[in-house]
């Protein structure tokens, strides 16, 4: 189930104030109307001009030609770059954002980069960018949107967004970076987080639930480890949870019905063992819930198909032996491949047979599976 992230609100406030700017040449809180500023008579822009030079440079491919107008000391007029007042003078433009997104752009990101320390919104997406990101990104204590994702980044995690400050909206995700995600990251106040289609490697830590993000999705990763019960720590944030294909295998813990503001669950392909959780009726939010390709098993809970927004149910390729015909009302379900007694497309008895004589699951107070003594 993707997740796409709506247009940058930031974004676009930063091209409407730059289009005021351009249109009046009087910011707010500038008593008088301001000459054109450029690299020659603004050292912000002239620090800009030694960072946006660098990473022209760094760029080894440009087949669409973005940057061909990167010339001269109007770093302004630069295409993806967008100006703005500073916050700290605003009779002094800065370089605010620069978006070159799906430019197809092949090279590096230089150290230079740090330079553009009034930067607000960085998006480098769907381009070819390899190496990682600069070790002078803590210097851009205003960024406020990350989005380098679909590139070619590599290395370990990007540690340096933790020491962002005000980065509310961090997308890596469609890269090959791999190794352990630290679990500071959910310590971390920030508003979506898309780390998926990676190569990382690691467990969901306790604090887990300390997230403020309400969008998270962890998709196509390697997570070892339970889903913690301080997932229901999250219930008055969290909007969207993606967990699909990361080889989660674990119980779904009951706290999980304390999502109330969660519109999108999706924990399919996993190893999930157990029933779903009667608390799952408390997601009184949820519009679209899949559960499909896992080993769960039991019945379905009437609560869950008596949701009362929920319009997508997939609950494919489980075993589970019993649903409440409340769920043939929905506006979309699929319960095929489970063990249910007078369905259609069911697997078959010796499956479902094999299946009942496993040992029964048992979850611990964490959500992993208990142990058997």
Partial sequence: MPTTPPPSLLLAAVLLLSAALLCSGHPPGCPVPLPTQTADNNQRLQRAYVALQALKKAITDDPKNLTQSWCGPDVCAYFGVFCAPSLDDPCARTVAGVDLNHGDLAGTLPFELGLLTDIAVLHLNSNRFAGGLPDSLPKLSLLYELDVSNNRLSGGFPQHILCLPNVKFVDIRFNNLCGPVPPAIFDKKIDALFINNNHFDFELPDNLGNSTASVIVLANIRLRGCIPPSIGRMG?????????????????????????????????????????????AGLRSLEQL????????????????????????????????????????????????????????QRPADQCMAFLHRPPVHCDGHGCFAQHY
């Avoid at 809970?301 to 390729?317: D, K, M, V």
């Avoid at 409340?326 to 491949?337: E, G, I």
């Fill in 236 to 280: 008055g944030t969290l909007n969207e949870l993606v967990l699909l294909n990361s080889g989660i295998r674990s119980c779904i813990p009951p706290e999980i019905g304390a999502l109330r503001e969660l519109t999108v669950l999706d924990v399919s392909f996993n190893q999930l063992q157990g029933p779903l959780p009667e608390s799952m």
């Fill in 290 to 345: 899949d559960v499909a390709h896992n080993e769960l098993s039991g019945h379905i809970p009437e609560g869950i198909c008596a949701l009362p927004r929920l319009a997508n149910f997939t609950y494919s390729f489980n075993y589970f032996c019993g649903e409440p015909e409340r769920c043939a009302t929905l506006r979309r379900s699929d319960d095929r491949q489970n063990c249910i007694a007078g369905k259609p497309d």
